[in-house]
C-alpha cells in the first residue's frame, strides 16, 4: 500500500499563475483534507471532505478551491496563486464512523510563489 | 481566536526527565482529541488519541483530558533525545470529521 500520495512535491509559481495539488489515497477512507503549514502556526485547514460528493470549508479555504473526484483523490486548486499561498501543503485521510480513527498524511507539498 | 491553542515553546526538558505539553480548545461540542509529533521536513505521525475524561498511558506517554475545562495534555516520562520535535495537538469539531490543529510546541530534549 503506498497510503496517501501528493504530486507535486515541490512546485515553484509566478503570482497570478494557476496549479492543481494532487492526492490520493488506497486505503479505502471516507474522509480526505488538506492542510497547509506556515513556520510556527501548526496545521490550519482549508478543505475538507467527509464523504465522496462533499466538501466543505476549513479556517482559511480563500483562494482555493477542491475536488472530491472520487473515493480515493481529492485534489487543491489555486486559481490565482499569490505570494501569501506559499506553503507546504498536507493531505490526510482518515476512516470515518470512528471518532478517534487517525489521520494519515501525505510526504507534502512545498509550493512558492514569487 | 484558533480553535485549539498550544504554547509554541521552544520547552527545553532535559534527557531523562517528565516533559509536559499543554492544549485548549473552545469548541464544547469536540468529541475526540490526537497528539501528533512532526520531525523537521516530516509529515506528522500519531502518537496518541483520547476521547474519555482521564487519563490514557501508552508506553512512555500519557495523555490527559478534561472535558470541563477544556484542557489536554500529554505527558513524556524519560524523555529522550528523539523525542526532540514538534507535538500537535488536535481536536475532532462536533464528530463531523472536521479536525483542527493548534500551532504546535516544539520540545528539545536536552542531553
Known amino acids: 500500500n503506498a497510503g496517501v500520495t501528493q504530486t507535486p512535491k515541490f512546485q515553484v509559481l509566478k503570482t497570478g499563475q494557476s496549479m492543481t495539488l494532487q492526492c490520493a489515497q488506497d486505503?479505502?477512507?471516507?474522509?480526505m483534507y488538506w492542510y497547509r503549514q506556515d513556520p510556527g502556526m501548526g496545521l490550519r485547514l482549508i478543505y475538507y471532505?467527509?464523504?465522496?460528493?462533499?466538501?466543505d470549508k476549513g479556517e482559511v479555504p480563500n483562494g482555493y478551491n477542491v475536488s472530491r473526484l472520487n473515493k480515493r483523490e481529492f485534489s487543491l486548486r489555486l486559481e490565482s496563486a499569490a505570494p501569501s499561498q506559499t506553503s507546504v501543503y498536507f493531505c490526510?485521510?482518515?476512516?470515518?464512523?470512528?471518532?478517534?480513527?487517525?489521520?494519515?498524511f501525505g510526504p507534502g507539498t512545498r509550493l512558492t510563489v514569487l | 481566536q484558533k480553535e485549539v491553542e498550544q504554547n509554541s515553546g521552544p520547552l527545553s526538558v532535559p534527557e531523562g526527565a517528565i516533559a509536559s505539553l499543554n492544549c485548549t480548545y473552545s469548541d464544547r461540542g469536540s468529541q475526540s482529541f490526537f497528539w501528533y509529533r512532526q520531525y523537521s521536513g516530516k509529515s506528522p505521525e500519531l502518537i496518541m488519541f483520547?476521547?474519555?475524561?482521564g487519563d490514557k498511558e501508552d508506553g512512555r506517554f500519557t495523555a490527559q483530558l478534561n472535558k470541563a475545562s477544556q484542557y489536554v495534555s500529554l505527558l513524556i516520562r524519560d524523555s529522550q533525545p528523539s523525542d526532540s520535535a514538534t507535538y500537535l495537538c488536535?481536536?475532532?469539531?462536533?464528530?463531523?470529521?472536521?479536525?483542527?490543529f493548534g500551532k504546535g510546541t516544539r520540545l528539545h530534549i536536552l542531553p
Open positions: 490526510a485521510s482518515r476512516t470515518a464512523g470512528r471518532a478517534y480513527n487517525e489521520q494519515f
Open positions: 471532505s467527509a464523504s465522496e460528493g462533499t466538501t
Open positions: 483520547i476521547y474519555s475524561n
Open positions: 488536535a481536536a475532532e469539531m462536533n464528530r463531523d470529521d472536521k479536525i483542527i
Open positions: 486505503m479505502n477512507h471516507n474522509s
